[in-house]
């Protein structure tokens, strides 16, 4: 199987993955990286954090993967993102000194705070960047069980929504068909152009999202005649990112006891919560991973999951 279109262009094809906080984008990107395509995929992963855990989470170890923390890809590190395109377009070519590395094309994973605007401008206003690669299509994951909240208070959710190529609505499983109805007809309003799929744990058809050449220049400045300016946007001050480095194994029992009583006080307000942990007379590595509580209701299933992900 392969997504390339040759007779169509001959820029590398890129597509960003956005959605907000915990929708499901690193899931979805595991599920293109295991799948049988045939290519080699450059990925290029962004964290609001300072500390990266996603780029610990994603398989493939044939890939070429780049990580950019401790901002938002479409603001304070936008720099790094050119020159890292810059820097995978000399290694295909083996020019300036490079080992040379064969890529048929780019997947962006952007923070789950990144308004994908200012991303998709990058492949049209910077000239080297353009000569080489082609923006081939935005899709959005969309968490179903926490959407409609996510979509009344975030403007980065909002954003991402309303830019996007394809939206796949996750965790299907989690809601009820009413809902589902009530969420789709809402995504519907806010981008009637873009195509919808129902998703359970981010598991698509690739042919749905890559190779679609579905990014049309023209479409977005009728959405937002402003696109091409160079200028600064608006992120919510209030949310912050906070982490824990420990190099000793951690007791299981006082791990989970923690992050019980942080969530008990404060689940509403956490977004967020991941990590690559080491537990004491366990094996393997262990993912501490969630989204926030919603009206301060108790947890339904374990902190923390054993995976495979190799030895400690």
């Known amino acids: ?9 001959s820029r ?13 984008k690193t899931t979805l990107l595991n599920h293109v990286m295991t799948a049988n395509h045939g290519e080699r995929i450059a990925v290029i992963i962004n964290e609001f954090g300072e500390v990266g855990i996603d780029n610990q989470l994603v398989v493939g170890a044939d890939e070429e993967i780049f990580e950019m923390n401790n901002g938002c890809i479409c603001c304070t590190v936008r720099g790094d993102l050119i020159r890292i395109l810059d820097e995978l377009m000399e290694a295909r070519n083996g020019i300036n000194g490079r080992k040379q590395v064969h890529f048929d094309r780019v997947l ?21 960047i353009a000569d080489h690669y082609r923006l081939d299509a935005i899709v959005t994951v969309v968490d ?7 979509l009344d208070h975030g403007h980065e959710a909002q954003e991402q929504v309303a830019f996007s190529d394809v939206l796949l609505i996750n965790k299907v499983d989690l809601v009820s068909e009413e809902d589902l109805l009530q969420l789709e007809k809402r995504l519907r309003i806010m981008n009637p152009a873009a195509k919808q799929y129902r998703t359970e744990q981010s ?5 749905l999202i890559l190779g679609l050449n579905a990014f049309e220049l023209d479409k977005k400045l009728e959405l937002d005649p402003e696109f091409l300016d160079i200028h600064s946007h608006e992120h919510d001050d209030e949310v912050k990112s906070i982490f824990f480095r420990e190099e000793r194994p951690l007791d299981l029992n006082k791990l989970e006891h923690f992050p019980k009583i942080w969530l008990t006080d404060h689940g509403v307000d956490t977004l967020r919560y991941k990590g690559v942990l080491q537990i004491k007379d366990v094996q393997h590595r262990v993912i501490f991973q969630g989204v ?5 209701s ?11 992900l190799g030895e400690t």
């Open 12 to 24: 590398i094809p890129v597509t960003v993955l956005t959605g907000f906080l915990g929708a499901g």
């Open 108 to 128: 962006i994973e952007t923070t789950g705070l990144a308004d994908p605007a200012p991303v998709a401008q990058t492949f049209f206003v910077d000239e080297q």
């Open 298 to 308: 108790p947890m339904k299933y374990p902190l923390v999951s054993s995976l495979s």
């Open 144 to 150: 179903s069980k926490h959407a409609q909240a996510q």
């Open 1 to 9: 199987m392969s997504f390339l279109q040759p007779d169509i262009d």
């Open 292 to 296: 926030h509580i919603e009206n301060g």
């Open 203 to 207: 598991s698509i058809d690739l042919q």
